[in-house]
C-alpha cells in the first residue's frame, strides 16, 4: 500500500530534478558538482523505489530504497569532504598572504 508522504516526498523531489535541469549550468559551476548532483539522483531513484514497493517486489525494492538513501548518503558525505577541504586550502593560502 502506497502511503501519502511517500508520494508526496517524490513529488518534492520531482520538483527539485525540474529545478536542478532547469539551472544545471549553473550547478556545475559548485566544486564537486558531479558528486552532489549524483547524490541527489540517487536519493531521488530511492524515492522512486519507495513508491513502487507498495505495489510490487515489496521487500526487493525495499532493500535497494535502503541502499539507494546509503549510496545517497556515502555521495554528499564525500562531496561535503571534499568542498571543506579543498576551501580550507584556500583559505590557509590566503591567510599565508598576510
Known amino acids: 500500500m502506497v502511503q501519502e508522504n511517500e508520494v508526496v516526498t517524490l513529488l518534492l523531489g520531482v520538483g527539485v ?5 532547469a539551472n544545471r549550468l549553473q550547478l556545475q559551476r559548485l ?4 558528486i552532489l548532483i549524483s547524490g541527489f539522483y540517487v536519493y531521488l531513484g530511492g524515492r522512486i ?8 517486489w515489496g521487500e526487493s525494492l525495499n532493500f535497494l530504497e ?3 538513501s546509503a549510496g ?3 555521495l554528499v558525505a564525500i562531496w561535503c569532504w571534499k568542498v571543506l577541504r579543498k576551501g580550507e586550502a584556500v583559505y590557509n593560502e590566503s591567510r599565508s598572504h598576510f
Open 66 to 68: 535502503h541502499l539507494c
Open 31 to 34: 566544486p564537486g558538482s558531479r
Open 49 to 56: 523505489l519507495t513508491v513502487l514497493e507498495g505495489f510490487f
Open 72 to 74: 545517497s548518503n556515502v
Open 17 to 21: 530534478l525540474v529545478f536542478v535541469i
